[in-house]
């Protein structure tokens, strides 16, 4: 493990990222790549050493040129390994036939409201074992691997009773130490209002409060604490009351917000000082510009728009108010059951107005942010984790323009090579 220091040159573009470690990009700042042409980067051990041009660094590491390991870049770019920061990466089943479902007229929240959703997946993740959820989850982790990221966030969820909640944020730590990429965790005991609490929504939140997030704080089982916040499911007063009980046991608040219907979430994300609010459809002006004022970070889910086949984001409107966004997929077996963060950067650009160098810096840098990673990874700086992706591209333009596709040549995670010309390579 990590023998040799990595030298890797002649990249057609090295897409820097410097300069957003500290805080997130917003407006023009989100176009501002700092990319080297014909780049290379050195590494040791599971640092990024050295980064700049080809003949820089061949100057700098002339006298150990011999002892390391090249890769060459020629016609391909190197970017920062990119993050995904809202997954729902633990659960078991599938629900394809709601896919179905759907395409025959039926909504999303009919469907969860007849059993179905979240409440169907509830269920087989119960029935699951812990052994079944960490092999699921691997086989996921390996997908998202195949597409370039070497980040994630996991969130429980899909449980809604602490034995199940536990399980999932226990195989996600699980499958985090057996699989190169990371798993960021995150507790979502409020997802939905279990059937047995149907009537009584505020004794369920009590219970997550009294119960469920001590121990999460106790076993140190996540560092941040969601809920769903939508009409039917939680109001802006259950979700105010649950986030400002996770502060209090440490857990940064996250919300999922404004997905179905304009609900206030995104101005409570602002008051509660919650490190990003995600999906955010039906966002207002007034919450964007909140959350832009107090620097929280916009997750969109272009994905789950598409799947659902909904309007998407307003993304264009939200940088252009200043408001830091990022993407992610949104992984999970209702809403948006892919592990393409590439496919997420294209609908971006399509659907959300973005361009493609902003749709970058939201899958990388910013998407760190959104999951307290940045001083880490997210972009291409000398001390951060040498987690860095290869695309068989000439540029990054071409990223967007050939949509729908798996332009991976070769992914390092931790200074290791893990992908290699498109393959998993990683040792277990």
Known sequence: MHSKPIFIKHANQMITLKGGSKQPLTKEKMSELHIIED??????????????????????YQSRLQEAEIIDATGKILLPGLVDPHT???????????FNMRLNG???MEIMNNGGGIHATTSMTRNASEEELVDASLVRL?????????????????GLDWETERKQLTA??????LHPVEVVRTFMGAHAVPAEYKENPDAFIDLVIEEMLPKVAEEKL??????????GVFTPEQSRKLLEAGKKHGLIPKIHADEIEPYEGAELAAEVGAISADHLLRASDKGMEMMAEKGVIGVLLPGTAFFLMAEAARGRRMIDKGVPVALSTDC????????SMPFM????????????????????????????RAEEVGSIEPGKKADLLLLNVPNYMQMQYHYGMNHTDTVIKNGEVVVKGGSLCYQQ
């Open 88 to 98: 729902h990466l633990v659960y078991a089943g599938s629900r394809e036939e709601e």
């Open 142 to 158: 390996d997908r998202f691997l195949k597409h370039g990221v070497t980040t994630i966030e996991a969130k429980s969820g899909y």
């Open 332 to 339: 999970n077996p209702g809403s948006s059951p892919t592990c």
């Open 222 to 231: 996540a560092e941040f604490n969601d809920i769903f916040c939508e009409r």
């Open 39 to 60: 780049g290379a980067v050195w590494i040791e051990e599971d640092r990024i050493k050295s980064a700049g041009t080809t003949a820089e660094l061949q100057a700098e």
């Open 106 to 108: 039926a909504t999303y």
């Open 172 to 177: 996600a730590r699980k499958a985090d130490e």
């Open 345 to 372: 950067m294209n609908l971006a650009c399509m659907h959300m107005g973005l361009t493609p160098a902003e749709a970058i810096a939201a899958a990388t840098i910013n998407a760190a942010h959104a999951i307290n």
